[in-house]
């Protein structure tokens, strides 16, 4: 009797540390990724050579996907092994085709965005794909959203607004020099169709990566295949005069790095989680954003950083802390 009693509990103290472990790894890899989307950035910004980046984009963003599909199959291989057996179908990649399409389509979408609105306006306006995600979220994953919630979401959209408004100042350069807001109605019709296909890629990828009922690492290779196979076209279909590899360096692969691997802990939140938390993620970045802003180019704060966080808080109380 006592025997069972001290197995009973050592299995219970057992299944309670395991529990404590798990979240942990999980608000450390949330963690990391706030930390490698707020240096995103920063990081590019770092590769530059005489204020222009001397690399072709569409290159790095092959290299990434690239990378993101190498990763998987290692994954794979290490901890699905076992799994390898499952019966695969056409019916469970195509599906992924066409996610892989609407990911490529939207990030070609942005650099085609440019010619109609300035940069300022773009990074403003592109905070309402907040709105987009969570509206196909409740949609299509039949997720009712409360009032409450919908209130935290439009403080994120709106701290992400007044961040990349005004969150940071450089004093060396006059009001004067500012480039002036400004966007024609191609351009407003644009930046609607992006952040509707932003959130659609999102939600569409979350609803595949649920239904199926395979290995995360299979289906990332699966999305990673046609990521490539997209992007390989679309970089050889530009008219690029720069080389493949040309304008490289050390801050370059960490770009490459860091995206490939935010890409597989994203695939992990979709998976097991949902496209709010990644909201909330990509809200939270702005403050190692800002933090890495201010070390490495002597930029300033302003009271929109700090009202910025003062809403991401009030959101993340909002969503998940009020009961």
């Known amino acids: 009797m006592v025997f069972e009693t001290a197995r009973s509990g050592y299995k219970l103290v057992r299944s309670a540390a395991a529990s404590v472990l798990k979240k942990a790894l999980w608000g450390l890899m949330l963690l990391f990724s706030v930390v490698i989307y707020g240096s995103h950035a920063p990081l590019l910004t770092l590769c530059k050579d005489d204020g222009k980046i001397p690399f072709s984009a569409s290159s790095v963003v092959v290299l990434i996907e690239l990378t993101k599909l190498l990763l998987s199959l290692v994954f794979l291989l290490i901890w699905d092994w076992k799994q390898l057996r499952v019966s695969v179908s056409w019916r469970h990649t195509a599906p992924f085709a066409l996610s892989a399409l609407l990911y490529a389509a939207n990030n070609n979408l942005v650099v085609h965005m440019q010619l109609f609105m300035d940069p300022s306006t773009y990074q403003v306006l592109s905070n309402l794909k907040i709105g987009s995600t969570a509206l196909l979220y409740s949609v299509f994953l ?14 994120l959209t709106a701290a992400g607004v007044l961040y990349t408004y005004g969150g940071l100042r450089d004093h060396q350069r006059s009001p004067a020099s500012d480039m002036e807001l400004h966007i024609t109605p191609v351009g407003l019709l644009l930046i609607s169709l992006y952040c509707m296909i932003s959130g659609l890629s999102a939600v569409y990828t979350e609803v595949i990566l649920k239904t ?5 690492n299979l289906q990332n290779l699966f999305l990673y295949f046609f990521g490539v196979l997209l992007n390989v076209a679309i970089h050889l279909s530009s008219a690029s005069a720069t080389g493949y590899l040309e ?43 800002a933090l890495l802003s201010v070390l490495l180019f002597s930029l300033h704060l302003t009271a929109f950083f700090f009202f910025s966080v003062l809403l991401i808080g ?3 109380h909002l969503y998940y802390g009020v009961r």
């Not at 960490?254 to 691997?261: D, G, Y």
Request: net charge positive.
């Open 142 to 155: 039949h997720q009712r959203l409360t009032a409450r919630k919908w209130a935290a979401l439009f403080l």
């Open 212 to 216: 199926q009922d395979l290995p995360l």
């Open 247 to 289: 304008g490289f360096s050390r801050w370059v692969l960490l770009v490459i790095v860091s995206q490939a691997l935010n890409g597989l802990i994203m695939s992990v939140v979709m998976k097991h989680s949902s496209n709010i938390t990644r909201l909330f993620v990509i809200a939270a970045s702005v403050m190692v954003n």
């Open 314 to 316: 009030l959101a993340v």
